[in-house]
C-alpha cells in the first residue's frame, strides 16, 4: 500500500533532549492508536544543522521548526481530521 503521509522527526541530540523525544512518542501513539501506520512513512533523521531552531518535525513536505507537544499533537489532529469525540 502507497503511503499517504509522510512524517520524519529529527533525532539528532539537540532536537531530541529538547523535545523530540517526546514528540516520537506522541506520534508513535497517535498512529498506533489510530491504526494509522499503514497511512504513514514515519522516520527519524540525523541532525539536519537547523538546532538552534529545534526540534524539527516535517509533515507532507514542510517543515516545522520549535515545535512542542500541544503543536505536534494539533497538526496531527488537523492532518488527520480527528474529530473530538464528547461522552
Ligand atoms: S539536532 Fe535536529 S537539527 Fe540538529
Redesign the pocket.
Known amino acids: 500500500m502507497e503511503k499517504k503521509h509522510t512524517i520524519t522527526i ?1 533525532l ?4 531530541f533532549t529538547r523535545g523530540n523525544d517526546v514528540n516520537l512518542e506522541i506520534i508513535k501513539k497517535f498512529l498506533a492508536d489510530r491504526g494509522l501506520k499503514e497511512q504513514v512513512d514515519f522516520r527519524g533523521h540525523l ?5 538552534n531552531k ?1 526540534p ?1 518535525l516535517k509533515i507532507d513536505g514542510t517543515t516545522y521548526y520549535e515545535i512542542d507537544a500541544r503543536q505536534v499533537e494539533e497538526l496531527l489532529n488537523k492532518i488527520f481530521a480527528v474529530k473530538e469525540v464528547t461522552l
Open positions: 529529527c539528532g541530540s539537540s532536537c541532525c539536519v544543522n537547523s538546532c529545534g524539527v
